[in-house]
């Protein structure tokens, strides 16, 4: 029988573990320090992702691949699917990787690789099923491994998706001390019929923008560069942008986890198709994502002036003297996730958004157009 | 509906693209050749990508994720799977990555990435479904990167996974020019009662070897360490390893697809559960994965000359004066994949994986033991 082991999760040092000479010939073994510390990391993750574990989940003793029972409740599951369609999406987090280093603070930006997939994969019409991560280091170090691992962890449970496996690869050739590199892949499902389309878009649909929490994990290499620029100083705390936080910390925000309330929406109108489309607020900003969402007859229009962006946006254009159009195709400008929904449900869908706790603008609306969006400041 | 337009892939430039600057102030984005270069990978990859899918993959256009529908033949799915459990594993292919880029070859690196995954898939007893990539690079060159992908697109093709999205990011500050770093993630499916499990293994079943294509994917830094260490040439051939390939190509060789071979010798044996567990050979070698198919109350006896080694191992240990024990914990020596099976059946599937173009050996059996696997040398 599958018992309940602890679940695959390799951290082999893969081929990239240092070679070292040891006597007249060489030996592959890094140091004894080293395989130690992979394997402590190696045991605090396994109890990590097990709490990421539901009942679907089968945990396998030496297993080489993560296992997801797909309907674990048969009953459930038929009820909800017959016709399931997987969805999967890979991404990583771009330079954050960079600024995570130079500020020394690792506890976010792995909630930043969950959400810069999860946060894909809900766009289809997907409720999130399980996640992995590749995560590519010069060497192991447990401690802040561990804080990214445990953010990751975090945001799977947030997101209701198993972390069900990952490789951890220590490469000292390709990564300098002290670099790292994280990718992500999920995968989720959804009813065929109910998966997102867009020619169910159409004029007179509203769209519904979700607020980001700062620049999310857009950005980062023209955020680098503000701070070269103006000479500034991750850890100090400037009173026009957060009395409170230091730079490093506003600008290391995590990115917004938006499945749990999205698929929560969806899940409260099953007959009703009142979700047309959706967009998760990436690298090309608004206009350059929410147009992915359209079909070629219809346009949005997009109010700017209908909600506001967080401070951190202001600094950063002030200080890198950067135009208006250039910020708004790099960064998110406040809305991480936008809704086209049907009018007459908007206000009730923005209700259920805002009891969990997101906060929610009427931010534009779909006209007959050429599937473009049109930005516009009202007076 | 959805239609059948490319599918997602992403090419974003994310926070990674180089930012520069331009008048009085900063912008993002990098020189216009770049972009024009990614946009053209990106085409050129969809239809690279298109050629791996088949009636299952659902094609959406500007989707932020992939779709694969689980039962596109309804009838056919559920004669197969009453109870199906997703498989999904993540890996990468190591410092094999260094070479490829020492040697300016990199038409085999992609098939090295799909093996690792694909390959370790397989061992739960799943078929494959789809793969993913990640690729990160200092900046975006269509031409090798098109190499790569086209080797991941060959590698899908040959392991009957679909191809479903990917992420290209470029990061000039994390990777040094002519740097990058791979990852790769696989989901599969098998029916819950067929799974490998540890527990099925019996005193007496017959352990299988399907040979390497040489070293695979793992000791990549022993294998550069000793080219060092003896200063030998990656362009040159030499007479004692393959007179007809350079040093670089046989060091290249990429890992062996042994996924249509394993899940044919399955799907021949529907009722009846002749393969009792397998192991994919990778770092750690035989002795460290064959271990992790057996469970505490057996032993696997090797007999190691039941088989021959490839050049490539003897080449590598003359050259770095490397012990026996250092040689079999880093490299697969020969064996690339083991199945554990019934004696009654032990012949008639290894005709059947010769017949698929395996090389396959007897290599030892099931004793009653421990958990572990003991090494022996006949004679």
Redesign the interface.
Known sequence: ???AMPP?R?A????????R?SG??????SSGVSIEQGDRFVSMIQSLMRRTHGQRV?N????????????YN?KLFKRNYR????????????????LASAAGKFDTIGIDLVAMNVN??I??G?EP??F???I?VHSVDPEWLMEIMKGIGEACSQSDAAL????T?E?P???AEG?F?L?G?S????E?SR?????RVEAGDVVLGLASDGLH??????????ID?AGLDLSQRYDELDPQRTLGEVLLTPTRLYARPVVKVQRGYKVKKVVAGM??I???GLAGNL???LHEGVDAVIDQSAWEAAPVFGFLQRH????DE?MG??FNMGIGYCMIVRPTFASSIREKLEKSGERVSVIGEIVKGSGRVKMKRRG
């Open positions: 029988m599958l018992s695959a390799e082999k040092e893969k081929s990239g573990t240092k070679s000479r007249d010939g060489l030996t592959y073994a089968i396998i003793p030496g297993g080489f691949a993560g296992m997801f029972r797909l309907d048969e016709d399931p369609v997987l969805v999967a999406c890979a991404d990583g987090v771009g330079t954050k990787v960079k894909d994969l766009v289809q997907a099923l399980f992995l991560d590749y590519a069900l496996g990952g490789e690869a490469m050739d390709v990564y670099e590199d990718a892949f995968v989720g499902v959804v065929l998966a997102m389309d867009s020619t994990s857009n950005g980062f290499s023209l955020v680098r560069a503000v620029h967009a998760h990436t690298g090309g147009s992915r969402a890198g003297k950067i135009d250039e195709r790099v």
